[in-house]
Structure formats: C-alpha cells, structure tokens
C-alpha cells in the first residue's frame, strides 16, 4: 500500500478524508484501485449517513458510496430497509412528492389516514422522510436517490410520470408506490395492470386519459368558444400525447388550439399575454405538478384576463378557478397510503394490481361564471358533484 495526502490508503478498502464544515469526516468505502477511484466514479458517490453512537452528541459520520459497490457490500439492496428499522425501531417510508409541501399538505393528511388504516402512525409505528420537488423536474433525480441513500423500506408519493421514473431509475429493490394521471403501462413503468412485476406499483387516476372530456365540458360552459387555449409544461413526459389527444379532440369539437408552453411559473404571465393576442376565449390547463403548486396565481391571471378555464383538480375552483373535472385526488392519496401499508406488513408491490380510478369530480364555482357572463346550463349543474355559490 502508498500513503496519500489527507489519510488516504490507496489499494485496500476505506479512505478517510478530511472534516467537513459541518464537523463530518469523509470516508469512502468501496473496492478502491491504487490511486482511488477515477473522477468519474467520484461523480457516481451517494452520501449516506450513520450514527456514531445511538443517542450520542458525536454528529454523524458521512460516507460516500457508490451505489453500486454499497450494494455489493451489503450483499443486495434488499438489506438496506432492515439496517434502517434497526436503526430506528420503526420502518422508514420515503414521500416523495414533485409539488410542494404548502400545496399538498392536504394530499399528505390523506395519505396517513390511508396508512392509519392498516395500523400505521407516524412518530409511533412509522418514521416518513419527506422530499419535495417543488415543481421543478431537474429536482427529481436527486430527491430520489436521496431516499434510496437514507435508506427508505418504501417509496411512496410519486403523483406525476416523470418522479415515478426517477425514482424506478434510483432503485430496483425498495418498494416503490406511484399514483399518477397516464396509464402507467403506456409509460413503462410496469408490464401489467394485474401483475404489474418488478417493485412497482400504484394507481392510474387518468388525467392525463380524461383531456378529451374536459374540452368537451368547458366547450358546454363556453358554447361560443371556437379557439382554445392549452397550456402544458414541455418538461412532463406526458406533454407530446397530452397535446396530441388534446389536437384531436379540439378538432372534433370544431375548436381551433393554441398550445402556449410554461416550464416555470416565471412564465405564466407570458403566457396569458400570447392566449391573448391569439384571441383565446376559454382556456385548458393541463395536469402538471407546477401547474397546480401555483394554482393561486394561474387562477388570478384567468381572473384578470377574464378568461373561462378548466382544471384538472378540484384545489383550482376551491380558490375560484371555474370548472375542474379528475379524479378525488384525497381518495387516491388515501388509497396510496394503504398499498403502502401492506407493503409494510410484507405483501410485495410486484403482486398488487395497479388501481384505477372510477369515479371523478365534476366542480363549477357559480359566482365566477356569473363574473364572466357566462350562464352555466341547468344539466351541467345538476351533474355537478360540488357547485360553489
């Protein structure tokens, strides 16, 4: 073996390094060749953390690993819930989320219920480690595999196409419970609706399915409308189909669509300002995450461009958006709480089916169709599952 600068040992299998700001020596464990690992091993290093001591104010020693090798080490993947619960005392569930807290804080409430259900309470039987993307899908990547770094006995929360993948691509062995709006066969994620293989599963609430219908009903609110406008995030992966079926469907209503696109909220009010020079006169919001982390501001420029629009979730007309239609989405948090729950009690997610759902809101806020002018027809009112007066 040569010695190295900084406490490093080339040729066997640990290397200390310096302290870190935060009071943590590095150390890296892994097969190491002589001289160390390339710098594009360095770049594939996950950092996970473990206690010196149980209840000790020693801080924590980080080590850097790739996964890989941690797994080699470990001897699989599938030991890495049982160190964590050993750790702990309770098992340790990963929600992972691509909005924000502040946002679906109500979706969160709904998904201990469904825990709750089959026996589980966080602080008591469960710990959960929470991961927000706040909207911004470059997040993802690092969010899961911050997770399959801690590590969690399960994954839970992924509610759009693109964090679902991202946290498929981070592990093959921790559970992993989705609920998103596309068929989840279409997108890869599992072979089957019945026996959907592999560490995935979940539920199918079919936004991304139900574009035609939402046309159709803001086409029976706005009966004068011929140019509609969509707005899409281009960084979903459902945006290419989404607009595709939106196209089609326009096209049989007699609409014309104008497809404006907003990958941030910096651009929304771009947006708004294109939809009008395109003489837009109804709008159709498409199912994203960002989209309904800053449902408050996209439904106070349809107010100020006095623009009718249609959402996917209810949380768009509870705050004075006029039409939404989609699956209850505390249901299907709810629902995502169980299938993690009986992961936990030892069923495998490659053998639950992947839900679907069945029933869906239809919601019209009345006071701000009467601020637009528009009168909304008896028979849509009394298909209506919420009117707000």
């Known amino acids: 073996m040569s010695e190295a600068p900084n406490n490093r ?13 935060s009071g943590h020596r590095t150390t890296r464990l892994g097969p190491l060749c002589f001289g160390g690992p390339s710098e594009s091993d360095r770049l594939t290093y996950s950092e996970i953390g473990f206690p010196l001591k149980p209840g000790g104010d020693h801080g924590r020693t980080r080590v850097l690993v790739r996964r890989r ?42 998904f201990r219920q469904g825990l709750g259900e089959t026996g589980f309470v966080e602080g008591r039987s469960v710990t959960i480690e929470y991961r927000w993307a706040d909207g911004k899908h470059d997040r ?34 921790i559970p992993i419970v989705f609920a998103i ?21 979940g539920r199918s ?37 989404d607009r595709t079926d939106a196209k089609g469907a326009a096209g049989a209503l007699g609409l014309t669509l ?43 420029l349809a107010a100020l461009h006095a623009m009718p629009a249609i959402y996917d979730r209810r949380e768009f007309v509870a705050l004075g958006g006029l039409i ?3 699956a209850n989405q505390i249901e299907e948090y709810r ?20 839900q679907q759902s069945t029933k869906f809101d239809l919601m019209i806020h009345l006071k701000t169709a009467k601020t637009l002018g528009l009168s909304v027809p008896p028979t849509l009112i009394a298909r209506a599952d919420e009117v707000i007066e």
């Open 9 to 21: 040992t080339c040729g066997g299998s640990l290397e200390t390094g310096a302290m870190t700001p």
């Open 205 to 241: 609430y079919m936004a991304n399915l139900l574009i035609g219908k939402r046309l159709e009903l803001l086409k029976e609110l706005v009966p004068r409308t011929t140019a509609v406008g969509m707005l899409m995030n281009p960084d979903n992966p459902n945006a290419e189909s």
């Open 69 to 110: 090798d941690f797994i080699a080490l470990l001897g699989g993947a599938a030991a890495w819930p049982r160190s964590v619960q050993a750790q702990s005392g309770m098992p340790v569930i990963g929600f992972f989320h691509p909005g924000s807290r502040e946002a679906f804080s109500h979706s969160v409430t709904a």
């Open 258 to 300: 104008h497809v404006v696109e907003a990958r941030t909220a910096r651009d929304f009010e771009l947006a708004f300002a294109t939809f009008a020079r395109q003489q837009v006169t109804a709008l159709f919001v498409n199912a994203d995450p960002l989209f309904t982390t800053r449902r408050d501001q996209l439904v106070a």
């Open 324 to 326: 939404s239609y989609g």
């Open 181 to 201: 709006g596309a068929d989840p066969v279409k997108v890869g994620l599992v072979s089957t609706f019945n026996r959907p293989g592999g560490n995935v599963t």
């Open 140 to 173: 993802l990547s690092t969010l899961a595999d911050e997770l399959v770094g801690i590590p969690v006995a399960v994954i839970a929360g992924p509610t759009s196409t693109a964090a679902a993948h991202a946290a498929k691509a981070a592990t093959t062995a």
């Open 335 to 354: 629902q995502m709480g169980i299938y993690t729950g009986r992961i936990l009690k030892g069923e495998k997610p490659g053998d639950l089916p992947i």
